[in-house]
């Protein structure tokens, strides 16, 4: 590979594979094109699912030890890449250089503590007529099929634990950041048994075909609630089962013995990082009105502070908008808003005719419940700050939302918050901080917020299907 910054292909069946056509990556910091991707056809779809499906019975067999090598292997790959990978991932996606590298080392981190995991074998009876174990085998192939907002760790929350339970997979990045992936397939390339690890990339018609191809024994799906519907429908044509990472609009209820001084940066961060374009951001605050005008001071403050720029540029803090149907969202969002007559604390206007998908962070003053700024994900820097003062009410005003991803409760008495955390209906509850989220950790959306798990024990057997042997003694 001479260039890790041009000549971007697809890696199917262990080979560098180009296209007749391409796909154009913009830089959404100005939206100059930073390179061209390949735009998988139908012909190299069959081919990179055949790949995978003639490498499956031979990585399968291979000895889990060899696998775990190979996963680890590609952890350090990525690590030793880091800086490149890096600065791809800001060219394409538009986070700044730092969040950006703790993207790829965190997934470096990732493949390293996937390929620890154990695959359970359960020993179900051992009786004196008969002995009977549970193992977990793997499914075939995969296609992965990942969102523009993580596009790094996302990716390898499927490719790792997808090959360490012994299947083959095809990952397919998003149109707008297909970048770091097609050259992690290349570099796996020299590592990797060949149709092990395939990538490809395309416009909009490839997530559909790539769901709906007849080879692909499962579906591990991250990105919006509406496509993974129509992923759920596809993939019920042949019975695939399907994992599915949807979106959230994620809660937190501030309560009035909250440290601020401790949890400021963290209330603020939680909102803000990658410039809100996070499933689990906290996209609706609620505040006890004894301390809403203290807690809005501290967040209003650090948004004046923050700098919103070019991700390449020294001290920029938050990148663009990642791409240009997202940012129209993001405009139409705050429009609504300012038509509305809501007060925004902070930001609100957003530039016109410059180069770049930038929006200023914006938070919005107490919004009526029902407003759009409320009830809809924003995936972009608009935080809405609500107050309350009952926590019946508040604790229905956070259910009563059909996501149920994750949500957090911030308070000095944390037992107090775990017994409010236990009533949220949502797959995680952080107290007093957001986002920890781990390799050995079950993550899972519940209501619309997603179908099954990804991390943890429980996600890791998603890759898998039990297989019971009896034998009678
Ligand atoms: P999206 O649903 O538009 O696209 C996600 C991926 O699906 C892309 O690769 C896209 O090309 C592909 N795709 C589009 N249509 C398809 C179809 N019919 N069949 C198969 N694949 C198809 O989502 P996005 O805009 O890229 O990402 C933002 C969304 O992702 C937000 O809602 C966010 O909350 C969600 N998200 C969820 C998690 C999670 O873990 N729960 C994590 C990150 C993002």
Not at 113 to 120: D, H, K, L, S, W
Not at 301 to 315: C, I, P
Not at 390 to 412: F, H, K, P, T
Request: charged fraction near 20%.
């Amino acid at each position: 590979m001479a260039d890790f910054f041009n000549n971007f292909a697809m890696t199917i069946d262990g080979q560098s594979i180009s296209s007749a056509t391409t796909v154009d990556v913009i830089n959404p910091a100005n939206e100059d094109v930073v390179a061209k991707a390949p735009d998988c056809s139908r012909e190299q779809l069959d081919q990179a699912v055949a790949a995978a499906r003639k490498a499956f019975p031979k990585w399968r067999a291979t000895p889990l030890e060899e696998r775990r090598r190979l996963v680890a292997k590609m952890g350090e790959v990525i690590a030793q890449h880091a800086d490149d990978f890096a600065r791809l991932f800001t060219l394409e996606q538009g986070r700044p250089l730092k969040g950006a590298r703790m993207e790829v080392d965190f997934s470096a981190f990732w493949c390293g503590a996937i390929a620890q995991q154990e695959i359970p074998v359960e020993v179900t009876e051992d009786s004196e007529q008969r002995r009977s174990e549970t193992r977990h085998v793997p499914l075939g192939v995969v296609a992965g099929i990942v969102p523009w907002n993580f596009p790094f760790n996302l990716a390898i929350w499927k490719i790792a634990p997808a090959l360490l339970t012994g299947n083959a997979i095809v990952l397919k990045p998003s149109p707008f950041t297909p970048l770091t992936m097609l050259k992690l397939g290349e570099l796996m390339q020299e590592h990797l048994p060949a149709g092990v690890f395939n990538v490809i990339s395309g416009g909009d018609q490839l997530g559909p075909w790539l769901s709906a191809h007849p080879g692909i024994d499962k579906i591990s799906f991250t990105g919006s609630t509406p496509t993974g519907k129509r992923v759920m429908q596809t993939a019920a044509e042949n019975l695939k089962p399907v994992t599915l990472e949807l979106g959230g609009n994620d809660a937190a209820i501030v309560m009035p013995d909250v440290e601020l001084d401790k949890v400021a940066d963290k209330l603020f961060g939680a909102s803000f990082a990658n410039s809100g374009q996070l499933c689990v951001a906290i996209k609706r605050m609620y505040i006890h009105e004894d301390v809403y005008d203290q807690v809005a001071d501290a967040l209003v403050t650090r948004a004046r502070a923050a700098k919103v720029g070019n991700g390449l540029e020294q001290g920029s803090n938050y990148g663009p908008i990642q791409n240009r149907p997202q940012f129209e969202k993001v405009k139409d969002l705050i429009r609504d808003a300012r038509e509305n007559g809501l007060n925004f604390l902070v930001g609100g206007d957003v530039p016109e005719g410059g180069k770049g998908y930038f929006v200023p962070l914006a938070i919005v003053d107490n919004p009526p419940e029902d407003s759009r700024v409320v009830q809809e994900e924003a995936f972009g820097p608009v935080l809405p700050l609500i107050k309350f003062s009952d926590i019946d009410d508040v604790i229905e005003r956070a259910n009563a939302s059909d996501y149920g991803l994750a949500g957090s409760v911030w308070s000095a008495d944390s037992q107090g918050a775990i017994d409010i955390a236990a009533r949220l209906e949502t797959g995680t509850v952080w107290v007093n901080e957001t986002q920890y989220i781990m390799p050995w950790t079950p993550f899972a959306g519940h209501k619309l917020s997603g179908f099954g798990v990804e991390n943890g024990r429980e996600g890791l057997l998603e890759f898998t299907k039990p297989q019971t042997i009896t034998v009678a003694k």
